[in-house]
T-cell receptor, first 121, second 116 residues
Framework: GAVVSQHPSWVICKSGTSVKIECRSLDFQATTMFWYRQFPKQSLMLMATSNEGSKATYEQGVEKDKFLINHASLTLSTLTVTSAHPEDSSFYIC?????????????????FGPGTRLTVT | AQKITQTQPGMFVQEKEAVTLDCTYDTSDPSYGLFWYKQPSSGEMIFLIYQGSYDQQNATEGRYSLNFQKARKSANLVISASQLGDSAMYFCAMRVLTGGGNKLTFGTGTQLKVEL
């Protein structure tokens, strides 16, 4: 199956600093990548959808100036949490979807990365 | 708007027994897909099974089967012959295929614990 990686797997940062999380599709071209946030014992909440080469589409209530998303290539999307605060501490998961003919399961599946646990102190 | 409801926050099952995890959904779109994911304590989301709204037969993948009742808008996951390694959080999700932007909407999850 298609493989998606995330880096780092966990990060601790101080309040006020920025953190960048990378999401890579390793063996297929991801036309679309999704970023989710998950608080402990809760469901995944979609933050934004990014298509390669265009601006991300943010879900209602998600601050686009705080959560900067870049999808500069078909295999890489980045999420930067700017001026992080303790309330931004969460588990961030990306997923990637390829188009038909680009691997990634065609139209059905999103392939998830292993997640990044962010702790802001 | 799409909505997924999982009413069981936690379930216990004995090893080797079968267990059903409930999922109901709501959408006005006739074209949609239903997914089940497993999330162990490590956090990764593992795809288990998929059911399309036009599929005539219930999906099966090894020990997983999806009991799809379209009229009742339910898509319950059945795990047969439970194993200790099945202990995890299970999420039901839906994707609307027309105009939905390929977004997955997740339920709140069911924590399954398999006991000896």
């Amino acid at each position: 199956g298609a493989v998606v990686s995330q880096h780092p797997s966990w990060v601790i940062c101080k309040s006020g600093t920025s953190v960048k999380i990378e999401c890579r599709s390793l063996d297929f071209q991801a036309t679309t990548m999704f970023w989710y946030r998950q608080f402990p014992k809760q469901s995944l909440m979609l933050m934004a959808t990014s298509n390669e080469g265009s601006k991300a589409t943010y879900e209602q209530g998600v601050e686009k100036d705080k959560f900067l998303i870049n999808h500069a290539s078909l295999t890489l999307s980045t999420l930067t949490v700017t001026s992080a605060h303790p309330e931004d501490s969460s588990f961030y998961i990306c997923s990637a979807r390829g188009g038909v003919g680009r691997g990634g399961g065609g139209t059905y599946e999103q392939y998830f990365g292993p997640g990044t646990r962010l702790t802001v102190t | 708007a799409q909505k997924i409801t999982q009413t069981q926050p936690g379930m216990f099952v004995q090893e080797k027994e079968a267990v059903t995890l409930d999922c109901t959904y709501d959408t006005s779109d006739p074209s949609y897909g239903l997914f089940w994911y497993k999330q162990p304590s490590s956090g990764e989301m593992i795809f288990l099974i998929y059911q399309g709204s036009y599929d005539q037969q219930n999906a099966t993948e090894g020990r997983y089967s999806l009991n799809f009742q379209k009229a009742r808008k339910s898509a319950n996951l059945v795990i047969s012959a439970s194993q200790l390694g099945d202990s995890a959080m299970y999420f039901c999700a839906m994707r609307v295929l027309t105009g939905g932007g390929n977004k997955l909407t997740f339920g709140t999850g069911t924590q399954l614990k398999v006991e000896l």
